[in-house]
C-alpha cells in the first residue's frame, strides 16, 4: 500500500504519528507533542510534512506545533467544537464529516469524555484509526471533562470499526492499564496473554502501540463493560452498559 505509518515515541510517554503517502509524497502528522523527534522522523526519511490532524486541546498534544508549522506550514486540521482552545486552524471539522489527505478519505468521530471536543481520525485506507487519548490500549483516557455516558458513547463508535484496525493511541501506559485490566477480568486467557507479551516488550525498550481493535475488544476493559460476564464479575449484574463503564472507570482511577 502506499500509505506507510510510522510511530513517533515524544516526551516522556507520548505518541505521535505520520501517514506518509509515497505515491503522493505528501505526509501527515496526528497530535505534536514535542517537534524535535517528529523534525528528525521526518527529516531521515526525506519527507515533508504536509498536513497536521489534532485530536484535541491539551498541551502534550498540540505543543510541539509551533515550530514544526514555521519550518513546513502544514495544512492543520482539528476540531471545530473546540477551536477556541486548539492553536489556529486551516480546516475546522465535525462529527460525521469527511476530509481527504492525498487522495484517502479521513472520517471524523466526536470521541468526547477525556475532553469535550476530542476527535479522532479514520482512516480507512490505511485500516488505521487515530484515537489519541480516548480509546487507548487496554485503557481510555481519564473523564477530565465529559460524562461516563459520553465516553461509553465514544468508544462504542469505535469498537464499531472493523476489526482488523490499527488503534493509534497517544501514550504509553498499556503496562499498567494491563495490570488494571486483570483486575476485572483475572481469568480472561487472552488477557494474561497479553499481559506477558506487553511486560516482554517493555523490558526490551520497545513500544505497546499501536494495538489492533480485535486484541482491544477482546481484552480492553473499558470496551468490555456490555458483556454480561463483565457485569457479572464486578457485582453489576442488571446494570446499563453505561453505568458498568462508570464503575470500572471509577475503579482505574482510584488503581
Not at 476540531?79 to 489556529?88: H, I, M, Q, S, Y
Request: aromatic share 8%.
Amino acid at each position: 500500500m502506499p500509505l506507510k505509518l510510522v510511530t513517533v515515541p515524544c516526551l516522556q510517554d507520548n505518541y505521535a504519528f505520520l501517514l506518509h503517502e509515497s505515491d503522493t509524497g505528501e505526509t501527515a502528522l496526528v497530535d505534536a507533542p514535542e517537534a524535535a523527534p517528529i523534525q528528525s522522523a521526518l527529516e531521515s526519511r526525506g519527507w515533508k510534512l504536509t498536513h497536521v490532524f489534532l485530536t484535541h486541546h491539551h498541551w502534550d498534544h498540540v505543543e510541539g506545533l509551533p515550530p514544526l508549522r514555521e519550518a513546513w506550514s502544514p495544512t492543520v486540521i482539528g476540531a471545530k467544537a473546540d477551536a477556541g482552545r486548539l492553536p489556529d486552524l486551516d480546516q475546522q471539522v465535525s462529527e460525521g464529516e469527511s476530509f481527504t489527505f492525498a487522495g484517502h478519505d479521513v472520517l471524523v468521530f466526536d470521541v468526547s469524555g477525556h475532553t469535550v471536543g476530542h476527535i479522532a481520525f479514520y482512516v480507512p485506507d490505511a485500516k488505521a484509526v487515530f484515537t489519541a487519548d480516548s480509546l487507548m490500549a487496554l485503557g481510555c483516557g481519564r473523564l477530565f471533562e465529559g460524562t461516563p455516558e459520553q465516553m461509553w458513547a465514544s468508544l462504542s463508535k469505535l469498537a464499531a470499526l472493523p476489526a482488523d484496525t490499527t488503534v493509534c493511541s497517544g501514550h504509553e501506559y498499556t503496562a499498567s492499564n494491563a495490570a488494571f485490566a486483570l483486575t476485572v477480568e483475572p481469568e480472561n486467557s487472552a488477557l494474561i496473554s497479553r499481559t506477558e507479551a506487553i511486560k516482554a516488550a517493555r523490558q526490551a525498550g520497545e513500544p505497546t502501540v499501536p494495538s489492533s481493535l480485535a486484541e482491544e475488544l477482546a481484552t480492553n476493559p473499558f470496551l468490555r463493560a456490555n458483556l454480561p460476564a463483565v457485569k457479572a464479575g464486578i457485582g453489576m449484574d442488571g446494570a446499563t452498559d453505561a453505568e458498568v463503564f462508570a464503575e470500572i472507570r471509577r475503579r482505574k482511577d482510584n488503581f
